[in-house]
């Protein structure tokens, strides 16, 4: 099998995604900002599944470095999961505008490069695989979180374009939303613990979802109907909710 590039593989769910791939038969490439961690990751993984497991330095808010990136390990590269995300402060980003940025950049407009890179590239090939983890956020903006939410809805309608677009070449697209998941991101967070995953649930839900072609996969699937019935109340109700 050939190799996969995990992008922000230092997050709690994309380490369970890369092994759970790693044990699937992927080589693959470990991609963040901090290169110790990384080096752990990887050996790590190439321990548990016998795979090979490189390294490499990306940050989604460098986008002038997005292309060398991508030539360096195009020619190797065969899929791409991306698990970069920032929740960021609502309250914060309501009056500090840089850090809205860096919420809209870190979990939308600055991964928009490297998918359009390997798209481009499996386009040509008319072979290939793109993962990327939006949010069940995406769906309906909610005053407590809607600037993570607003970027990962237009993270979420990019990759519905991508699919759109590479649909007839080739190219498979799935957009991963996850609800509650127990990580980093969510530590110190009083989640319900009937509707909180494990990063290694997320992992299963989304192999399985490689295997079956799936388009959008809920994590887990009963976000699916939560979100139907959010995404149907009426927006006069909607506002008055403290959600
Ligand atoms: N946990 C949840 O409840 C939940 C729910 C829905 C969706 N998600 C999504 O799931 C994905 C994985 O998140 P997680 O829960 O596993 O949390 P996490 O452990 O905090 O992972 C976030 C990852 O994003 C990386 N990252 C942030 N800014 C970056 C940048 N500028 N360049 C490169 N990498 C960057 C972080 O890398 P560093 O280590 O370098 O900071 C980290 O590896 C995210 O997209 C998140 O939005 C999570």
């Given at each position: 099998m050939a190799t996969m590039l995990i992008l922000g593989a230092a997050s709690d769910i994309a380490r369970a995604t890369a092994l759970a791939f790693a044990c699937e038969g992927w080589d693959l490439i470990v991609a963040g900002r901090k290169e110790e961690i990384l080096q752990k990751i990887a050996a790590d993984i190439s321990l548990r599944s016998g795979r090979t497991v490189k390294t490499a330095h990306f940050d989604?808010?460098?986008?002038?470095?997005h292309a060398v990136f991508w030539r360096d390990i195009e020619e190797e590269t065969s899929a791409l999961f991306c698990a970069i995300g920032f929740l960021g402060e609502q309250e914060r980003a309501q009056h500090d505008f840089g850090h809205a940025e860096t919420i809209l950049r870190t979990n939308f407009t600055g991964l928009t490069p490297i998918l359009s890179l390997a798209a481009n590239t499996f386009e040509r090939r008319g072979r290939g695989l793109i993962i990327a983890v939006s949010s069940v956020a995406g769906d309906r903006g909610r005053a407590s979180n809607y600037l993570y939410g607003s970027a990962k809805a237009g993270l979420t309608a990019f990759l519905s374009g991508l699919r759109n677009r590479l649909a007839t070449k080739g190219v498979t697209v799935i957009t991963v939303k996850p609800g509650f998941v127990a990580t980093a991101m969510t530590a110190g967070m009083n989640l319900p613990t009937r509707l909180t995953a494990t990063p290694q649930q997320v992992a299963a839900d989304i192999v399985k979802a490689v295997k079956k072609k799936r388009n959008v996969v809920y994590s887990r699937w009963f976000w699916r109907s939560i979100m139907m019935i959010i995404g149907h109340i009426p927006e006069c109700m909607f506002k008055r909710l403290k959600l």
């Open positions: 989604a808010l460098k986008p002038e470095e």
